[in-house]
């Protein structure tokens, strides 16, 4: 072993681990010529986000980085989006890792010795990895750790995320490594990229100009809304060879894929943004047909900045924000009672908020009543109070008082949230059982086509607005056995939110009431 290699196994042990004796899932080795953006990353022991796109290599480097630290003697708390997705990653990935590689199999087979290894928990030398999902608690109330590491934080449940940082208390080791795809602006790893250092990736072109490769900036240019032309001009489509980049100085190609160099563009925790104009084998044109295609379908665009460019991108319809509650404005204020037939709907947490709406002869929604209240008894009250027809209460956590609350209320139902196609209605039971996203599309299409009517002091109602814009529709890709799916995702309190699903769906129950 040289004195370079001794020094880099002494003070980088996952680097030196990662050149000498990984070995990827398919068996090869780690490509650190080719990817040169990589090697920092790996050398960089300080807390670090990653905010990437898809197939650059960042899940293996994680990979690594678990077994290494497990080596070294520190607990491992590796943590993936769903409790399913555990089982094929440390099988697909993990295991084919350890088993391509004899010094990782050695270590395996020593350190293993009278224990039993399940799926979930690797014992690889002093230490351990715990892999688990995301949207199950119980871990994150239970491991001990001195390193988490988050794969895909945006897909992973945030709430319990939150207390990742809670399995480190106990350390003296303490780190937290973060990655994922970005969604939305301002969510997740995003969040994490706009509060950091801001790495970004500069190649020189030979003009001497040092460039942060930029898809708006360096492949196409707008000359009109949503027109785009290629600034490599002598691109012929029937040509054989790729689009080019081109320099914003000097208007010639350049390579995005030359050696470069990380460059901060403030101070702050450290994070790095990875795209692939700079990280794989996939053609320039191949990103431009995306961005094309995306340009008249918004899923498509959406998948394009998150995957490819490892941008967030928040299409229309996707969040609910303050200028579309202000378009719902009317000039009016509630006063406290109302002469139509009214819905309700009521989301069950520390308080119960609720929603009343009348419902207006062109079929739209107006606020009669927006606010919480603290128990069953005020429910009550309200019912006595409006003329409410029809209603839908969240059926949990608080089971037995949405029970109580049916069984004296008539037109009263329980919800419950499934992935169902269509709704099911049970009059006898008095339960409802519909998809959550669906219901949640439903109050954001309202929203954006004005159908839901707010009073003149709609922003001043306490919390309504915050939690309105508190979800965001972001697309699972570990969601629908692999084929992925969109889900709302909250990044805070969002009851109003669900008041709102429940109240709508209160207004369709009427109808189907007053037409039985």
Known sequence: MTKGEQFLKEEHFVTW????????????????????????????????????????????????????????????????????LVGRFVKNRVDKSIGFSKY?????????????????????????????????????????????????????????IQ???????????????????????????????????????????????????????????????????LRDTKYEWDSNRD???ICDKCERPFNARAEGRWIPQKKGKHAYHISKLFT????????????????????????FYNGDLGLPYTAAGSKIDKEMLDRCIADYTMTGSTLGACVIGIDVGTMLHVRINRVCPDGKLQAVYIGSVRDENEINDLFDKFKIVAGVIDA???????????????????????????????????????DRTAALD???????????????NAESIEDYYEQMQASTRLFMSSGNKGSGTYKWVESGADHFFHSE?????AKNLSIVMANK
């Open 163 to 229: 207390m990742a940082v809670e399995r480190m208390s106990a350390s003296d080791m303490r780190r937290m490594i973060r990655t994922s795809q970005p969604s939305v602006k301002g969510f997740g790893i995003h969040k994490d990229w706009l509060e950091s250092c801001q790495f970004t990736w500069h190649v020189t072109c030979g003009c001497g100009h040092e460039i942060k490769p930029d898809f708006f900036k360096h492949v196409v240019r707008e000359v009109a809304d949503k027109e785009f032309v």
């Open 442 to 456: 439903n109050v954001a299409a309202m929203i954006v086509s004005r159908n839901l009517i707010l009073p003149k």
């Open 17 to 84: 681990l990662a050149i000498k004796h990984h070995r990827t899932h398919k068996g090869a080795m780690l490509d650190f010529v080719n990817y040169p953006y990589v090697r920092q990353i790996y050398m960089d022991r300080e807390d670090k986000s990653i905010m990437k796109s898809t197939q650059c290599g960042v899940s293996e480097m994680f990979v690594a980085e678990a077994i290494g630290n497990s080596i070294k003697g520190r607990s491992i708390f590796y943590v993936l989006p769903t409790f399913d």
């Open 280 to 303: 794989t084998h996939v053609t320039v044109k191949e990103l431009v047909d995306r961005f094309n295609d995306g340009l008249i379908d918004i899923d498509i665009l959406q998948r």
């Open 501 to 505: 699903a429940y109240a709508l769906l």
């Open 396 to 434: 949990n956590p608080e089971r037995r008082m949405a029970e109580r609350l049916c069984r004296r209320n008539r037109g009263l139902f329980r919800c419950y949230y499934g992935e169902v196609k269509n709704d099911t209605v049970d009059s006898i039971k008095k339960t409802i059982t519909v």
């Open 104 to 160: 990782y199999s050695d270590i395996v087979k020593n350190s293993s010795a009278g224990k039993s290894d399940a799926v979930s928990l690797k014992h690889i030398g002093k230490g351990a990895i715990a892999f688990v999902g995301s949207n199950t608690q119980k871990p994150f109330t239970e491991y001990p750790a001195d390193m988490v590491i988050i794969d895909e934080l945006d897909q992973c449940d945030q709430g319990n």
């Open 243 to 245: 689009i080019n980049l």
